[in-house]
């Protein structure tokens, strides 16, 4: 066996081992799509980060842009960067926080204006971005109606509706063969 068998024996497999600088990178948002927020409360969006061994979060940043229109404007809402991802809003109502593994993102007192496509976009040391993005709709707005004084109720409590909407669908939807109880006050 030469010297060039040898090394190409040896060497090789030994290259195999080493870890893979394979960029594997995610970002997902975990609320349920489309977020409908009560005007006046909290708009609360989370987003799980994964990524390889090898890569480091470098940048988290959130921003906002119309549903529809012919010229959507992208607006950076919030940017966390550095090495402990410390993070800055651009409103004093936006409260921003990220780490390796998630992000969130809050806004006190939503409008209407604030609807849109939310997306959070994730960059590594190399450069290499991933991008999540969620709907955020106005409540009443393709959303399921509640009693009026059940709102002024959620929002007095700061509850995200779009986090509370599919438990009450659940809990208001008929189900075949239970008869619903009615009670008189």
């Known amino acids: ?6 090394l190409c024996w040896t060497v090789a497999p030994l290259l195999l081992l080493l870890p893979c600088a394979c960029q594997s ?4 948002i975990l ?13 609360v969006l989370q987003a799980r980060i994964e990524h390889g061994p090898l890569e480091e979060i470098s940048t988290v940043t959130w921003e906002r842009e119309p549903e529809t229109g012919r010229n959507p404007v992208k607006v950076t809402l919030a940017t966390c960067s550095g090495k402990g991802l410390r993070c800055s809003g651009k409103s004093p109502g936006d409260r921003v ?6 992000a969130t993102l809050k806004l006190d007192g939503y ?6 496509v939310y997306s959070v976009t994730v960059t590594d040391q190399t450069g290499a971005k991933t991008t ?3 709907i955020v709709r106005e409540y009443g707005h393709g959303a399921p109606q509640l009693d ?4 002024l109720l959620l929002r007095e409590a700061g509850i995200v509706l779009g986090e509370l909407l599919p438990l009450l ?3 208001t939807t008929p189900q075949p063969g239970i008869k619903p109880m009615i009670f008189k006050l």
């Open 132 to 134: 999540a993005q969620c």
């Open 1 to 6: 066996m030469d010297l060039k068998d040898f």
């Open 111 to 116: 409008t209407r204006a604030d609807g849109g």
């Open 148 to 151: 009026r004084r059940l709102q």
């Open 97 to 102: 926080s990220a780490e390796q593994q998630g």
């Open 31 to 43: 609320n349920e799509e489309p977020v409908h927020v009560i005007p006046g409360s909290s708009l």
């Open 25 to 28: 990178m995610y970002a997902h």
């Open 169 to 171: 669908t659940a809990f």
